[in-house]
């Protein structure tokens, strides 16, 4: 590495590197330049160290521990990539600040509890007139087709095929853009929300399909204000980690469902996981296998199957 290339220099080549292959790395990116910068310092000169990558991830000093793990991560995907062009780099040990991935248990919705939510939502006061068809068709979709809440809020109106029931998300998480076809019921509700919602004056005002009060798109602020209020309407508690039950936990319960589905079913589970990844937008299947949840009845297909291999492998012995 030319001492005169600064680490700002690595770091914009890094970037652009890896935004050529279709990664965003907005937050990473701007974090990446702070470490750049203060590498950049008169105190620093020479390669990039372990301790040099330490002294920055530890920043600030009251900083949370998951967050200090995420700067060091950051730091390290960078100094893999920079050790190929200089040798005195070192990568630092991804276990030297510990696991910042702690999964926290979610809440899985039973189906009464999805049934008490949508019918909850449809009954909120109308404060614009639109507004009980519109969370019970949003929490209703979400429920039914594993949406991310931020994927259900920038649906426009040309991404949402009516007559196929397929929409169209566009750019979300891991710039990945699919189509996720719905169930034939979905497909109804959604297009008697639609119909409703074009005779409506606000609806000339936006391009949005779920509108809120002015005609624009729902902000999720207040959509999670609103989820939190009809969930202390309904007396909720989470059944998980948390102390309540929270709007992603939607998506959690909708994979749960499906896995069950094809446990009951007698669908190959290993081979259906890679659709049921891509149907969900995820990067890689290892992010599909971090919303299951052992639930009771889960475990309990899972018992009886095993039950069923062992009593195979008992009767091959005798």
């Not at 590498?39 to 991830?57: M, N």
């Not at 991935?101 to 006061?125: K, M």
């Not at 299947?285 to 971090?290: G, I």
């Amino acid at each position: 590495m030319s001492r005169q290339r600064t680490m700002c220099y690595w770091v914009k080549q890094y970037l652009a590197h890896r935004r050529a292959m279709g990664f965003a790395l907005d937050i990473s990116g701007d974090l990446l330049m702070d470490f750049a910068r203060f590498a950049d310092r008169p105190q620093h000169r020479g390669p990039l160290t372990t301790e040099l990558a330490l002294r920055w991830a530890n920043l600030p000093a009251n900083a949370s521990h998951r967050y200090r793990v995420q700067r060091l991560s950051i730091v390290r995907s960078f100094a893999r990539y920079l050790a190929g062009r200089d040798e005195r780099t070192e990568v630092p040990d991804r276990r030297l600040l510990g696991n910042a991935q702690l999964r926290r248990q979610p809440h899985i919705y039973s189906d009464e509890q999805l049934r008490q939510l949508v019918l909850a939502a449809a009954q909120l006061e109308p404060t614009y007139a639109l507004r009980p068809q519109t969370y019970s068709v949003l929490f209703g979709l979400l429920a039914s087709s594993g949406l991310r809440i931020s994927e259900a809020l920038e649906l426009r109106r040309d991404s949402v095929d009516l007559d196929r029931g397929i929409l169209q998300i566009l750019q979300t998480k891991f710039r990945k853009s699919r189509l996720v076809p719905l169930h034939p019921t979905t497909s109804e509700v959604v297009r008697g929300y639609a119909q409703v919602r074009d005779r409506h004056p606000l609806a000339n005002a936006s391009s949005a399909f779920f509108i809120g009060r002015y005609g624009q798109a729902l902000p999720y602020s207040t959509v999670r204000h609103t989820f939190r209020r009809l969930c202390d309407r309904l007396g909720w508690r989470s059944n998980g980690a948390l102390p309540r039950p929270r709007i992603h936990d939607l998506r959690h319960t909708f994979a749960c469902r499906r896995l069950m589905t094809w446990y009951e079913h007698g669908i190959d589970v290993n081979h259906a996981i890679t659709a049921l990844s891509t149907y969900l937008g995820h990067g890689k299947v290892t992010d599909t296998y971090w919303y299951l949840t052992g639930t009771a009845q889960l475990l309990g297909i899972a018992g009886a199957r095993f039950e069923q291999f062992a009593n195979i492998i008992e009767g091959r012995r005798s």
